[in-house]
Every structure is written in C-alpha cells, then in structure tokens.
C-alpha cells in the first residue's frame, strides 16, 4: 500500500494476517519451492471506488475476491457463488464448497480471472470466473450467471463501456491444457450492451479462422469517447482497435512481446 504515488511502499498488514499466508509463495521473479510452483495464486484484479478510496476490492487468482471498506484494515471475502462471506478461511470454503454445482469442481468456484468495478455506478461489477461471466448490482452481495449466448463459459478480460450504462465486452476462450486460445481459431470480442441479457460477436477486422491467440486478463479495455473506442492486446503481440464500439476492428502497426495489459488514457 503506498500513500505517496508509489514512492513509498508499506505491507497491507490485515492481507497478511491470511490464515494461510505462510503458504503464499512468490508467482514469479523470486524464490519459490517445488510445491509452490504448483499452487501459486497471483493478485489478478484491484478495483477502487471512483467515489471512496478506502472502498477496494481484489482478487486472487484461484483465492477468490476480498472487499474493504476501510483502506484495507479489514476485509470480507467475495465468492460469485455465495456472495459475501467473513474474512475466514475455512468459513468461506465450506459455504463456497456447498453451492458448487455438482458437475464442477470446487475449487474452480474461487478463481475469478478477472473483476471489474463499473464506474458509471459502482454498486456494479462484473466478473469472468473459471465457471462463467457473472455480475452483481448490489455492490457484490449477490451474483447473477450471465453466461448464456457465449460460446465458452472459460476467459479472462473484461471491459466495461465508460459511455453506455449497460454495454460490456468479454473474449471467450477454448478451456483444457496450459493454452487457453481463442474459440474456434477465430477471434471474437462479446459485446453485451442489455447488462449481460443477450450477447453479440464481434469479428469485422480481427483475425481468423485458424488463428489461435489468447487475451490475457487486463489486455483489453475502452476509451471513453464518443464514439468509444475498445482496444485489446494478444498474447502473440498484436493489438487490435476499434473506434466504433467493437463494430469494426484494425491491426495498429507493429508487433509487440505478449501483450499483457491495455489501459487506454485520453488527454
């Protein structure tokens, strides 16, 4: 946590008090032991209330989510599948463990890929899982399956429209083995613009078929304008525009190492 801009950096002591922070291991860039390479969870997601800065949420991924209220002293623990729960770790994975549909595995109801928070009404966010996109309208008390009308329930961005009130993109991927790409060799970004109610694909411009990417969990995002602008980043280096809300996409000059994040800022 830094409360200078970054230039100074102090541990979230309330993260730390985990029941099972002594197993927490680095993900990358530092030591870590043979088990941990096997079961290392990152900090996917952070997402700031435009309206209080002491109202925070993040996700880990494979760990769940966690809300704060209060810049981080405390936090309650989110799950799609229950709400919320206390800042527990055994009261969390049975209440979890005991609304997992039959045909799922458990521990898939924890690892949210990505979590966005709706600035236009912050009461609003969305959420693609291992399991599905869900959503919530009461400030994540309670989660809806929005998942119909997408060709996977498997991805990881999502990108909520700065300008319409209820439009959204997602990018649905193939699900099974450590290549997570594209459905079916054809790249599509989703647009919902009925709060996730009805889905549209979106391919003018973008590439395929037999083109098989991936777009990882913060390589797309939108501008803002008017028209608004959506923007995604691929794992074989190449980002794709569109300035008529996903309507129609070009190639911008160049190719990049992996994309991993897109963040549009307009001056």
Known sequence: RSEDWGKTWAPNDAINRHDYRAFWQPVAGGPATPEAQRTTMGLTSIEIDPNDANHIYVTIGGGASYETADGGETWTGISVLTGKVPFDAEAFISQVKARVPPARDPAEAFDTHCLRLDTKNPLRLWAQTHTG???TDDGAESWQDVTTGLPSDHGFPVAISRREPDAVFVVPLDVGGANFRVQPGQMTVYRSRDNGASWQPLTNGLPGPHNYQSVYREGLDTDGLDPEGVYAGTSNGEVYASIDGGDRWVRLPGTLPPVLSVTCAVY
Do not use: L, R
Request: glycine share 0%; net charge positive.
């Open 133 to 135: 996109v869900f959503k």
